[in-house]
């Protein structure tokens, strides 16, 4: 194979990026089912378990991100091994800056650390980027920051916080789960760590747990990996196959479930059974010019709240007929759920619905949702 002599782009890399190059290679990474390597008693390198140096199975997917997102990228069991993974590194007392909304699990280890470990947990609206230039400026141990949000799809100033934290050498991580590598690179801007569920987005057929860290600098990933090593989290070999596999078509799944979701997002906007919808694709959202600004497309997530009550909305959920009812997201197959109804969520208002818009026909997901949206007259 030859190099080729300008930058590829990102939905090409997607592609092509971690394939076997030698020939009589497979085209892709065939599946590494091991624990254990047969060792050369007299060498010092070379594979020996693979919860420390890995398999190949682990190297594409990583060398595939790393290339998407520019930065070596490290592997995990999930995006949440992943999250606690960098979590992890800070001391008892450290100070962390997190956004108001923000994936429950990372609010819920927050909250947990603060009492059990001392951390100053400060949180501070997604959307408020002076209080988040002011916090950096208090050179706190890490900026979390999550955007678009879960589940209000907040835009946060991604270039601008990370460049501003970069210069004052703040460490920050940024979730990239609900943008993807295709539509957001926080590295370029400054952060430390771009974080991604491969769980939603990358996996992208519901069928896998991964998650995977791309970091600013080697050492930043060897620390990673260490931890990773000792924690023990590490990614199946089956989930890195199928989380690669998933990859490949993630520019042409996103593109057809963002086309449709800014559809939707029109449709729902207009509805007389709906109070708001939260989607930075709509011209109208608050996140709108920003997201237009600082990302190659909005996504394919989307919130609304609908008028009446929540358990009638239930009902109504009930009788959906294409669209799922259930928890995850960033599937071929859309999911939609009422987040209020979950432990800990009970900030979220009562009839808000997420929405994670898939590959089916935009007619067919509508023609769902308004049975939904009729039923609650
Ligand atoms: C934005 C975001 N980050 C992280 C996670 C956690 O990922 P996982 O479920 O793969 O552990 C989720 C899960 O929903 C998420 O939505």
């Given at each position: 194979m030859t190099t080729p002599d300008r930058p590829l782009d990102p939905t090409t890399i997607a592609v092509?990026?971690?394939?076997?190059?030698?020939?009589?290679?497979?085209l892709n990474t065939p599946l590494m089912a091991a624990s254990n390597f047969i060792v050369d008693p007299t060498a010092t390198d070379g594979r020996v378990y693979s919860r420390n140096e890995g398999t190949t199975q682990w190297e594409a997917f990583e060398s595939a991100i790393g290339q998407l997102e520019g930065g070596p990228a490290v592997s995990f069991a999930s995006g949440m091994a992943a999250i606690s993974a960098i979590l992890n590194l800070l001391e008892p007392g450290a100070s962390v800056v997190a956004p108001a909304d923000c994936y429950q699990g990372v609010t819920a280890i927050l909250d947990q650390r603060a009492k059990s470990h001392g951390w100053n947990v400060r949180i501070i609206a997604t959307t408020d980027t002076p209080a988040w230039l002011e916090a950096i400026d208090g050179q706190p141990d890490l900026l979390w920051i999550e955007s678009p949000s879960n589940p209000m799809l907040e835009v946060a100033d991604v270039p601008s916080l990370c460049s501003y934290a970069a210069e004052r050498g703040v460490v920050a991580a940024v979730d990239n789960t609900f943008a993807t590598p295709l539509l957001q690179n926080p590295l370029q801007h400054g952060a430390t760590y771009a974080v991604h569920s491969a769980t939603k987005f990358i996996g992208g057929h519901s069928d896998l747990l991964g998650g995977v860290v791309a970091c600013a600098s080697s050492a930043a990933a060897d620390e990673l990996r260490l931890r990773r090593s000792l924690g023990g989290a590490t990614m199946g070999a089956l989930e890195a196959f199928l989380a690669l596999r998933g990859l490949r078509t993630l520019p042409v799944r996103l593109a057809r479930s963002q086309e449709t979701a800014g559809i939707l997002a029109e449709r729902l906007h207009q509805?007389?059974?709906?109070?708001r919808v939260a989607y930075p694709g709509l011209s109208k959202d608050p996140g709108a010019e920003l997201a237009a600004r600082t990302m190659s497309g909005p996504g394919a997530v989307l919130s609304f709240e609908t008028i009446g009550d929540p358990s009638r909305l239930d009902v109504a959920l009930s009788r959906l007929s294409i669209i799922h009812n259930a928890t995850s997201l960033g599937g071929v197959e859309s999911t939609i759920e009422?987040?209020?109804?979950?432990?800990?969520?009970?900030?979220?208002?009562?009839?808000l619905l997420r929405l994670s818009v898939g590959c089916e026909h935009p007619d067919d997901l509508w023609q769902d949702l308004t049975g939904v949206l009729d039923a609650l007259h």
């Open positions: 092509t990026a971690g394939r076997p190059t030698v020939a009589g290679d497979p509805h007389a059974g709906v109070v009422r987040r209020h109804r979950l432990p800990g969520q009970e900030m979220i208002p009562p009839t």
